[in-house]
């Protein structure tokens, strides 16, 4: 059974369990194409986006920038 929960001041919905963001087209992050079709979906003019997406994303780039500091001070 699907169950959907609305915050309705912020727009964060969540839907068996998962929890999306929503994004307007012009906020979208850089590396929306990435990001799977399933983890995803359109509704009212927003582009709701699973959390656990966004969240391994960021984690993947916050270690690469700490590479990239680490290189630059050498």
Avoid: W
Wanted: hydrophobic share 25%; glycine share 2%.
């Amino acid at each position: 059974m699907k169950t959907i929960k609305n915050n309705s001041s912020t727009n964060i919905i969540k839907l068996n369990n998962q929890t999306y963001i929503p994004f307007q087209l012009h906020q979208l992050p850089k590396y929306y194409n990435e990001i799977s079709l399933s983890e995803q979906f359109n509704l009212k003019g927003y582009t709701y986006i699973n959390i656990n997406s966004l969240k391994s994303y960021n984690i993947d780039t916050h270690s690469l920038n700490k590479d990239l500091n680490y290189k630059l001070k050498r």
